[in-house]
């Protein structure tokens, strides 16, 4: 769906007359599009400098004040670069977390107790100190702030932690290790501790045979460890959507990419809607939006796929699941075929499909869940009380393969998959990418609407690393690592590492230091959020941005760097 600006209003959703009406030159519509900082800003001039005459300031004395008020907490969690005017939808899900964050400040409640999930999603690392002093400011006040996170400085600034484990699903839900950051470090069964005393820590595999394996950063021997890559780039000129000001940036070829900078500085727009949009558009795809503008895009020949990676569902309904989604599930559904009493029953591949009528239960039309629709509340789903959850009829369940049916199968986690298929090389194998993402633990049959943004994520990573090509694909990411523990993004580094070794190009915007620090190459924005970002204040190797006084970014990696090494 396109969206075109109106007309009559300009974009200002207001009437004339509500537009005509001004305050130091400037209508409602003119303030509420400034950053938060600039809005702030004028917003004190109205009552530092004689604009208002008495009768105005008396009436807006308390008004003034308690504007003044809000957008001060929204600036101290780091929201500064947003404007009023910004619609709800185009939010990021640590933006809108935030926004209710400062309105709670705002509230002056005692006693009361908050629970946030993971709000440093989306936020820079200078942002994150300003996050914590707002949550000891609640704490301060008489509240309990509890936060679910694995962001290593919101941990360490944490009074008391719980750490969960000791794996994920089936083999996770018990509290492995609690106390103060320094009782979790001590604790031999926490792995979480492990990283946070650096005994562990996220480090790529060395392409180099120097190394001999061993992990290395690329900043520990730029010589030894950098990635050859192809010495081909895609370039753009000009890049002008939204917040940038006609950037010119190289994004070099068969290179682990990462694009950074502080929240707002553009990063989306480079991303989303200049370089997928306009590489899209270059290999003859249709494109789901204008793409941003630009003087010009070059792009190699080797080039011949670009694929986003996203946090997006990868299926609707509960008939969409890791199975399908890999194609893994029409393997299963062969060698339960070939079996002697389903081909004894005239049995094919088709009848252990759950969408279509014949081997389904055709209550559940085979769900295994029945939704429930709600007016005024989501939609709900509750077992089908004729197959409890099986997904198929009595005649498709009596068919077995090692004394399991196809609804045992599909209620499989994937490791348990990986040894029940062990003479299945072909499906073994994409069972592993499974493995090999950290989603051992997920059920083969896991309805895809309970799957995390993450774990969708990894979902498609794994699609992507069992799909066999020859061409040279873009990979795009937008913070992958959102949800996800220092193992996890481990792991998931190393898959990154993989598409690039079998000639891909990965390029991801991220703010995890565990993460630029591993990449072959970082695009730096800023130097701040909204209208004074959008410029490219760094490139080069992770080694290089911490030696650029303009980036931001380099001065916490040379602090990541500095702390790996004590």
């Not at 309904?317 to 081909?343: E, G, H, L, M, W």
């Not at 005024?376 to 009380?385: A, S």
């Amino acid at each position: 769906m396109l969206k075109q600006t109106c007309h009559v209003c300009n974009g200002t959703r207001l009437t004339e007359e509500a537009t005509s009406v001004h305050i130091d030159g400037k209508n409602i519509a003119e303030i509420t599009s400034l950053p938060i900082d600039e809005c702030s800003a004028w917003v004190n001039t109205l009552r530092e400098k004689d604009i208002l005459n008495p009768k105005e300031k008396t009436i807006g004395e308390s008004i003034i004040k308690e504007i003044s008020v809000r957008l001060h907490f929204l600036k101290s969690v780091g929201l500064n670069y947003l404007s009023l005017s910004r619609e709800a939808s185009t939010l990021a899900g640590g933006e809108a977390q935030r926004i209710r964050l400062a309105s709670q400040i705002g509230t002056g409640l005692t006693g009361v107790l908050y629970i946030l999930d993971e709000p440093t999603i989306g936020l820079h690392q200078r942002d994150n100190h300003r996050l914590i002093n707002t949550l000891k400011n609640l704490q301060e006040k008489g509240n309990t702030v509890i936060v679910v996170e694995h962001d290593r400085d919101i941990m360490l600034a944490a009074d008391y932690i719980f750490d969960f484990g000791p794996r994920a699903g089936k083999n996770g839900g018990e509290v492995v290790a609690e106390g103060t950051p320094e009782e979790l470090i001590a604790n031999k069964n926490s792995l979480t501790g492990k990283y946070l005393s650096r005994k562990k820590d996220v480090i790529r595999k060395s392409l180099t045979e120097k190394s001999k394996g061993q992990r290395t950063l690329v900043s520990d021997d730029d010589a030894a460890s950098e990635r050859k890559g192809t010495g081909r780039s895609i370039r753009i000129s000009g890049a002008s959507r939204h917040n940038l000001k006609k950037v010119d940036v190289e994004f070099p070829l068969s290179k682990f990419v990462c694009i950074s900078g502080i929240s707002g500085s553009g990063k989306s727009t480079l991303l989303h809607d200049t370089l997928y949009q306009h590489l899209r558009k270059h290999l003859g795809k249709t494109t789901d939006g204008l793409p941003g503008e630009i003087e010009n895009i070059t792009v190699p020949d080797i080039v011949k796929r670009v694929t986003m990676i996203d946090q997006s569902p990868i299926g609707k309904t509960p008939r969409s699941n890791p199975a399908t989604y890999t194609k893994i599930f029409d393997y299963i559904r062969k060698v339960f075929a070939n079996t002697k009493d389903a081909q004894m029953r005239g049995f094919g591949p088709g009848r252990f499909s759950f969408n279509v009528k014949g081997g389904r239960c055709e209550a559940c039309q085979g769900d295994g869940q029945i939704k429930i629709e709600m007016q005024f509340l989501p939609d709900v789903y509750v077992t089908c009380d004729v197959c409890h959850g099986a997904r198929y009829n009595e005649d498709t369940l009596e068919i077995k393969y090692k004394d399991r049916s196809i609804s045992d199968v599909l209620h499989m986690s994937i490791d348990e998959a990986v040894d029940f298929f062990a003479s299945h090389q072909t499906m073994r194998k994409k069972l592993k990418t499974l493995q090999a993402v950290g989603l051992g633990y997920i059920e083969l049959g896991q309805p895809a609407p309970t799957l995390s943004g993450g774990e969708a994520q990894r979902v498609k990573l794994a699609k992507e690393l069992s799909t066999k090509t020859h061409d040279h694909v873009v990979y795009l990411l937008d913070e992958p690592t959102t949800g996800l523990h220092f193992e996890d993004t481990q792991k998931l580094l190393e898959v990154l590492d993989k598409l690039v070794e079998q000639n891909n190009t990965v390029i991801t915007i991220e703010h995890n230091l565990d993460v630029i620090k591993n990449a072959d190459w970082v695009i730096d924005l800023g130097p701040e959020g909204g209208i004074y970002g959008g410029q490219i204040v760094a490139t080069g190797t992770p080694h290089d941005l911490t030696t650029n006084p303009n980036s931001a970014t380099g001065s916490y990696l040379a602090e990541e760097f500095a702390a790996m090494k004590q």
